[in-house]
């Protein structure tokens, strides 16, 4: 079924301001986008032989990254016959509802994300002026060496790795003095917030 992204133009100026279509990436004209003025990103495609004959799977789509395995599947068919006019009423009626609805959530996921990888960042960023020698690889941007490469002369170091924004998980390599020491700043700690 080709023609796709032809009526996916018509589609879009059925269904009003703010909607646009653009080309699909499964190439021969096959499938196209439509792009609402909500941030919505609608699949638009041909069924195909075996699955769909003679219809067009319209989708919304979502960022894999911040929806869940189990989202519930925004998708529906309709004839590949039906006029533009018609379909843009079947997406605003049967699609839109639910699909607005999974965007939203999606989006307050990815805000969050965003928000808790600034919390992150910018808690590595102190512990990388707070600790001796320390330095963070590109790859782990979540994880704080200090102490020098491996610990370094002293054989005193370690890492502090940001599991979120509030919350801290250290490996601590030292002599047995230097862990006494360690153990008494610890038991300060817990006796100052309360939890010894």
Not at 82 to 97: E, M, N, Q, Y
């Amino acid at each position: 079924m080709g023609n796709i992204y032809a009526k996916t133009k018509e589609i879009a100026k059925q269904l009003g301001e703010g909607w646009s279509a653009r080309e699909g990436t499964w190439g021969n004209d096959r499938d196209a986008y439509l792009d609402g003025p909500g941030g919505e990103v609608v699949h638009v495609a041909g069924g195909t032989t075996y699955q769909n004959p003679g219809r067009l799977v319209i989708r919304g789509t979502l960022d894999h990254k911040h929806s869940r395995y189990n989202e519930p599947r925004h998708e529906i068919t309709v004839s590949a016959e039906k006029t533009a006019a018609k379909v843009a009423g079947d997406i605003t009626r049967r699609l839109l509802p639910g699909y607005r609805e999974g965007l939203e959530l999606a989006l307050k996921r990815k805000a969050d994300h965003e928000e808790w990888e600034a919390g992150r960042d910018n808690l590595v960023k102190t512990l990388l002026g707070s600790l001796p020698s320390s330095y963070a690889l590109g790859h782990a941007t979540d994880t704080v060496t200090f102490g020098g490469g491996k610990y370094g002369e002293r054989g005193v170091g370690g890492e502090a790795r940001v599991l979120s924004g509030s919350e801290v998980e250290w490996t601590i390599r030292t002599s047995e003095v230097g862990s006494l020491g360690l153990a008494e700043l610890i038991a300060k700690i817990l006796r100052e917030s309360g939890k010894a």
